[in-house]
């Protein structure tokens, strides 16, 4: 159990913008995954494990009130015997009585061990439900940060590599045309305003004539 953890931990502490970086078949994250399932099943099989217990507690309540219930009854058939004056049967019920009695008190021990032993165990079982839900908080501010962190390497190749460069170069291109079609477009109303200064100049002289 705090095998699973330590790797757990391990794991997390490790620096996980390097983890991003590497050139690995499965995604770093997936490895994570299989820690916290390790760690749930590991909580699950405790969790029956303690339920068991929990039925043996009940297993060693009803014995000892088997036991407690011969003692009394031994105890009372020996006061019969003794008022009676059957020492034989006093004697066998003094005998069981004894037997009931270190029974009762065997197993009221047991009871008190099995009551210190599941307290111990519920009050650790609850540090490892806590300790896996910080896992999945944790998972889950490395998700943030995994996705926040291709965010930027998008933002990134955007702003600083070639496809800024290519976007340039053809912005570039745009405007070289635009500025061809200005030329064009000056050139063009040069030759048309002369040819109809000299379209004029022509007809003045047709005219004169």
């Known amino acids: 159990m705090a095998n699973i953890f330590t790797r757990v931990k391990d794991t997390i502490v490790a620096d996980f913008h390097e983890l991003l970086d590497q050139k690995e078949e499965k995604h770093p994250m997936s490895h994570l995954n299989q820690y916290i399932r390790k760690a749930e099943e590991e909580v699950k099989r405790l969790k029956k494990l303690i339920e068991r217990q929990y039925a043996i507690k009940q297993e060693y309540q009803n014995e000892w009130q088997k ?5 009394g009854k031994r105890k009372s058939q020996q006061a019969l015997a003794e008022e009676m004056g059957e020492e034989e049967l006093k004697h066998e019920a003094a005998e069981e009585l004894e037997r009931y009695q270190r029974r009762a008190d065997q197993l009221a021990e047991m009871l008190k061990q099995n009551s210190q032993q599941l307290d111990q165990v519920e009050t650790k079982y609850v540090q490892m439900k806590h300790k896996l839900k910080d896992l999945y908080v944790k998972r889950l501010e490395l998700k943030g940060r995994e996705n926040i962190a291709r965010v930027h390497k998008g933002m990134n190749k955007v702003l600083y590599t070639e496809l800024v460069e290519k976007s340039e170069s ?16 000056t050139s063009d109303y040069r030759l048309h305003t002369l040819d109809a200064r000299f379209a004029e100049l022509e007809k003045k002289v047709s005219t004169s004539k």
């Open 67 to 71: 036991a407690q219930s011969m003692v």
């Open 170 to 185: 053809k912005f570039q291109e745009v405007e070289n045309y635009i500025k061809r079609l200005e030329q064009q477009v």
